[in-house]
């Protein structure tokens, strides 16, 4: 049985391939920055293309926070480099991951036919601790960017007094 990330749990180590090689190690990757970390259903999914279409357009507003964002899921490396392609997506989205091998280490619900993570979110602090958790067993339910901006801003500012 999986258990839910809380806040302060040190984020699972995962490793998930990107498209023309390399990889995502988490959550090292994220490292000394504050992260955000997606899971999406596939690129079927249109809330799951809005919601890596709306992180994508929160760049600037990321880069001035110091925010970084890694985006994965189980779909084929041809289908995820087709989805960075039309989505334009500047940061790191991994691709044929482990559905219940990630969802054992994170608490994440998996879709059994046809399997896929379910979406989810974390937001974590430059150590790679968490500090929020988003879960969803459906299509919607989710990470917005406006949202994880204003967190952050509200940790940093809180942190510095």
């Not at 988490?26 to 920055?33: A, M, Q």
């Not at 890596?52 to 985006?71: N, S």
């Not at 039309?86 to 969802?103: E, F, N, W």
């Not at 989810?120 to 150590?127: K, N």
Request: aromatic letters at 8%; proline letters at 6%.
């Amino acid at each position: 049985m999986s258990h839910v990330l809380r806040p302060g749990d040190a984020f699972p180590a995962i490793t998930v391939a990107v498209p023309g090689g390399g990889q995502i190690s988490l959550p090292d990757t994220l490292h000394g920055s504050f992260g955000v970390v997606l899971f999406y259903r596939g690129s079927w999914c249109p809330y799951c293309n809005g919601q890596l279409r709306a992180f994508q357009r929160a760049r600037e507003t990321f880069e001035q926070l110091g925010v970084k964002v890694v985006a994965l899921s189980v779909d084929d490396e041809a289908t995820t480099q087709a989805l960075i392609d039309k989505l334009k997506l500047t940061y790191p989205v991994g691709h044929s991951a482990d559905a219940k091998s990630i969802a054992a280490a994170t608490g994440a619900f998996v879709n059994d036919d046809p399997e896929h993570l379910q979406s989810t979110g974390f937001v974590l602090d430059p150590e790679g601790c968490v500090i929020v958790a988003v879960y969803s067993n459906g299509a919607i339910g989710r990470l917005i960017p406006e949202d994880v901006a204003g967190l952050i801003r509200y940790v940093k500012e809180h942190a510095a007094q």
